[in-house]
């Protein structure tokens, strides 16, 4: 056991150390820093935040029982903390940090989207407000309120239309009285006789910032835990990456998933929210979830995942969404995005920069599992983002290798000679690493991982659906380890049918359509595929909801590229159209299901999504 000190930094690094360290008596060297650096007056910010991180770590992954109260009893009021660094003139811009934001006693400050916005405004609406010294710097702002506030601020026209120098806050004061000035905004926008979607899409035209204060409050990331059914204790070595095989977590019979009632999912909606904005992020699932979609799966060490889906009106045109995120002992730690189509899904997973040395892949395998269990995918893709592309996190991190050591192979054929390159110079040069802009190269395209199906455990033959003779693709699964244990190489990679298929390839040959065919008017463009596919399905909408017209409008924009549609078998037709209905019932899961099963659809899909379509 090192020898404890009294200098920050030394304290602060022998914690970032034990808090990875499983040997006896390592609790408890814990508990002694802990009280050391309690003690201790931080001047520095840099060393506070250190200090909040570890605290962080140590309540998502505590190594003894007796520890987790003083960490808590810490974090409940590390506000003091930031509050005396600020009382003594220390840079604070610090807090401020993509990676930093959200430590209670700090201040933040954003242009959140409406639906954010409404949701926070009404969480805290004693901690939230317009920063306007921020907003009236800009001619574009001026603009904006000139379009937007006379819907609601009586002959406002009469000086925003034709005066120069307009007292904006002036006519905003005189109308809201004594009310919150955020609030009345946002209970005119609320009023507008338009749908939610189109008022959300009018206030976000104002870019309007706001600044709220979180003090001591849950929602700061400082404060955002709660007590797990069972807490687990680390008592020894994290699971590392190299102990985990994806294709035998997959292998494993699928997580119980336990279905909420509506108000524990609204809770969890609310829950999540929290999460995102004191990290300056927005998902358009977390901010859009569907409270009455959402499931619970616990997986054992203390994690515990929540996934959902969004509601009809939200919904994408073509493909299924699920987001998700995870609890470690009750500490968020990461977030989840599947998006999928037929058995493809493409997976974002992103792990809060604190725990990403704690049990990382582990994690990852089980929300897999969860996603393939809701999804039934077998073919899981990852966003070239997600490794690197536009991102230099991922490059610095090395994330392509994160996932390539699971099993993902690049879904190009000359990056996965690259990939095989890289990996023969890993093995010949002890401390090699990959150089960045190699690494950017990789990035240029998805990675994939397919799982054995019933299918494709069979020999390559041809199924017929529909009228329609589909070759199904023989299975390539991925193992996972080193080169010489998946014994990757040129000749045993074979293409997957996904590897080139986007639903930006599917939008960009319908655009073109319009383009050549409709004189660029998507009214007409829409007019015309519904009637044509109307008739090829012979439906008769008349009693469709409003949701379902929209997802008919939808599809009927693909479907119509499709020249022998008309001459489909009754089945494939009735299928289709059931599919079509599918996509906005309460669960967006069985249409997902649907657009699997149908062969021939999937094969059209498949080949129209696989059209490269360049704007000139």
Request: glycine residues 6%; proline residues 6%; charged residues 25%.
């Amino acid at each position: 056991m090192p020898p404890l000190c009294h200098d920050p930094n030394q304290l602060l690094a022998q914690l970032e150390t034990a808090k990875n360290r499983f040997e006896l008596g390592n609790p408890s060297l814990i508990a002694k820093l802990l009280t050391q650096l309690s003690k201790v007056v931080f001047c520095d910010a840099h060393q506070l935040i250190r200090f909040h991180e570890c605290l962080l770590f140590l309540r998502a992954f505590p190594q003894a029982a007796f520890l987790t109260p003083r960490i808590e009893r810490l974090l409940n009021n590390f506000h003091r903390r930031v509050e005396k660094l600020r009382d003594l003139s220390a840079d604070m811009s610090v807090f401020d940090d993509f990676d930093t934001s959200g430590i209670a006693g700090t201040v933040m400050q954003d242009t959140l989207s409406f639906d954010v916005v409404q949701w926070l405004a009404r969480r805290i609406p004693d901690n939230v407000e317009i920063p306007w010294d921020d907003y009236w710097d800009d001619y574009q702002a001026e603009r904006a309120c000139g379009a937007t506030w006379p819907r609601f601020i009586p002959l406002l026209e009469e000086d925003a239309d034709v005066e120069a120098n307009v007292l904006w806050q002036g006519w905003l004061d005189a109308a809201r009285g004594r009310q919150n000035p955020l609030s009345w905004l946002i209970r005119r926008f609320e009023e507008l006789p338009l749908a939610p979607r189109r008022c959300a899409e009018l206030y976000d035209f104002l870019r309007l910032p706001v600044r709220w204060k979180l003090e001591n409050l849950k929602i700061s990331r400082t404060r955002n835990f709660t007590r797990p059914r069972r807490f687990f204790f680390h008592t020894a070595p994290f699971i590392q990456r190299s102990e985990v095989s994806l294709s035998r977590e997959l292998a494993r019979p699928a997580p119980k998933l336990e279905k909420l009632s509506l108000n524990a999912g609204q809770s969890v909606m609310d829950a999540i929210r929290e999460v995102m904005v004191v990290r300056y992020r927005e998902l358009y699932g977390t901010t859009l979830g569907d409270p009455n979609s959402v499931v619970r799966a616990d997986l054992g060490r203390g994690v515990v995942m929540y996934f959902w889906g969004l509601p009809p009106a939200r919904r994408l045109p073509m493909r299924a969404y699920l987001a998700g995120y995870t609890l470690k002992n009750g500490v968020p730690i990461n977030y989840v995005e599947a998006i999928g189509l037929c058995e493809w899904i493409e997976v974002g997973f992103n792990t809060f920069y604190t725990y990403r040395q704690g049990e990382t892949a582990w994690i990852y395998a089980q929300a897999l599992r969860c996603l393939c269990a809701l999804t039934e995918a077998r073919v899981i893709s990852i966003y070239p983002y997600q490794i690197g592309q536009n991102n230099e996190e991922a490059i610095d991190s090395g994330a392509f290798w994160f996932y390539r050591k699971l099993g993902f192979r690049p879904g190009r054929g000359d990056l996965q000679v690259l990939c095989e390159r890289e990996e023969k110079r890993i093995s010949a040069k002890s401390g090699y690493r990959t150089p960045p802009r190699t690494l950017k190269r990789l990035a240029e395209a998805h990675m994939f991982y397919e799982l054995p199906s019933v299918e494709n455990r069979r020999p390559a033959a041809a199924k017929r659906d529909s009228g329609v003779t589909v070759e199904e693709q023989p299975f390539q699964g991925r193992l996972t380890g080193t080169l010489k244990e998946t014994g990757f190489s040129p000749r045993n990679v074979t293409p997957g049918p996904w590897d080139t298929f986007s639903t930006r390839n599917l939008g960009l040959v319908v655009n073109r359509r319009m383009a050549e065919e409709f004189n660029g008017d998507s009214e007409k463009i829409r007019k015309h595929s519904v009637a044509a596919v109307t008739r090829a399905l012979k439906i008769n909408p008349a009693r469709w909801t409003t949701a379902q017209m929209q997802s008919l409008e939808n599809w009927s924009l693909v479907l119509a590229l499709i020249p022998d549609l008309n001459r489909w078998s009754p089945g494939g037709k009735h299928n289709l159209v059931e599919i079509i209905r599918a996509k906005s019932a309460p669960d967006e899961m069985p249409y997902l299901y649907q657009t699997r099963r149908h062969a021939r659809l999937r094969h059209e899909l498949l080949k129209l999504g696989s059209i490269q379509v360049r704007s000139s």
